[in-house]
């Protein structure tokens, strides 16, 4: 079983961030604030629709190692890039004069400017195992650490249940991609042995005990390793198909639609793939309702049919799995899973698979070999437990 590719280990983080920014800057710095990324339990899509979303922290993270200068200006050093950049007041002043992975910090500053608060000028050192590119949402991650970072470097009266909002609007207007507000709400309000029940039309939250710990099962990641194509424009078609929809249906999120009102809905539309793309909103909201209910009672194992209902309506109605996606559910399911899904955005990332612990091994390894018979760039699996969200750490 092969864990994230990133050099060092998990442990490690914190202290290379601490290093990081030592060399980089000469001396210590003045702490240092964690932020998760995140696996979505269930509820794909969801967000955007005004629905319902599980998500949990993971305990791959983001570490921001930080310090006030004093002055107006950023100076921040990645370890993943190498890079040292530099932005200033007016790079801040509007969307966009920030490019990069630095965009995801610049726009973290101009979101909280632009909310009012005095962010206080800062040199930062980022070092991540969040994996890139997987849909674990490194990016979330990034703009919670150094949100969390700044907000307590500056004293900044910022409630916690008001930040992924900030870090959305980063995400949304000066980085400029679409996405829902589920990232960012894991990654800050998540808690450790929980997922994170989120109504994404009321942003209210519920903590769902979710101990696989005690119940003898774990979460195994499996990173497809596919190559992503075109999911900014394959995501972006999927949010104009369910606004047609919730258009034609003449309700204002597909979230309005009830689960025993599908049928006449569908008898509605008149275009097979807003039929098929609606379908998929309206029945996986239910399967989050019914996973929290499952889960509020303590009956884990069995929300593993509703995970591999999920998979199946987002490879036949919402059309966002690649083949490696679905060999590694179908090998995991195989191999004794209780249930699997892709999880993210789609056309690649990531695969969860809920097991019994002492079956992690074997689930894993059986991933590997349907990648082998089909000549698959290897998957890289790992066993995950619910984790805390952003904090900053001793």
Wanted: glycine residues 10%; charged residues 20%; aromatic residues 6%.
């Amino acid at each position: 079983m092969s864990q994230p590719d990133q050099p060092g280990s998990a442990a490690d983080i914190p202290a290379r961030a601490t290093a990081g920014y030592t060399s980089e800057y000469g001396e210590p710095p003045a702490g240092r604030w964690a932020a998760p990324g995140r696996v979505n339990l269930i509820g794909e899509h969801t967000d955007y629709n005004d629905g319902f979303v599980l998500p949990f922290a993971l305990p791959q993270q983001t570490v921001v190692a930080a310090a006030t200068t004093g002055e107006p200006g950023w100076t921040v050093w990645s370890e993943q890039s190498g890079e040292r950049i530099e932005f200033d007041l007016d790079d801040v002043s509007e969307p966009g004069r920030v490019k990069g992975w630095g965009a995801y910090v610049a726009g973290t500053v101009w979101a909280l400017r632009d909310a009012g608060f005095d962010v206080p000028g800062a040199r930062m050192a980022i070092a991540s195992d969040v994996p890139l590119g997987a849909g674990l949402s490194s990016s979330a991650a990034l703009e919670s650490a150094v949100l969390t970072a700044l907000a307590d470097l500056g004293g900044l009266d910022l409630p916690v249940d008001d930040r992924p909002g900030l870090a959305q609007r980063a995400e949304n207007r000066y980085v400029g991609i679409p996405s829902g507000i589920m990232d960012q709400s894991a990654s800050i309000r998540c808690q450790g042995g929980h997922a994170l029940f989120l109504d994404c039309r009321s942003l209210a939250v519920e903590q769902i005990p979710f101990d696989l710990d005690s119940a003898g099962l774990t979460i195994l990641v499996v990173d497809s390793r596919a190559p992503h194509q075109h999911v900014t424009g394959e995501y972006r078609a999927r949010r104009a198909a369910c606004e047609e929809g919730a258009r034609a249906l003449g309700v204002p999120a597909l979230r309005d639609v009830p689960i025993d009102g599908l049928d006449a809905a569908l008898a509605r539309l008149d275009d097979p793939m807003i039929q098929r793309r609606v379908r998929h909103i309206v029945t996986e909201n239910q399967r989050v309702l019914d996973t929290v209910e499952l889960l509020r009672a303590g009956r884990v194992r069995e929300i593993g049919p509703l995970l591999t209902a999920s998979h199946v309506s987002m490879r036949d109605d919402f059309e966002i799995t690649v083949a490696e996606v679905d060999v590694a559910v179908e090998a995991a399911l195989a191999a004794g899973a209780y249930g699997a899904r892709m999880t993210g955005g789609g056309f690649g990332g990531c695969v969860l698979a809920l097991v019994d612990t002492d079956r992690v091994e074997a689930v894993a390894t059986a991933v590997a070999d349907a990648y082998a018979e089909r000549g698959f760039t290897a998957p890289h699996s790992w066993p995950v437990l619910p984790t805390p969200g952003a904090h900053r750490l001793p």
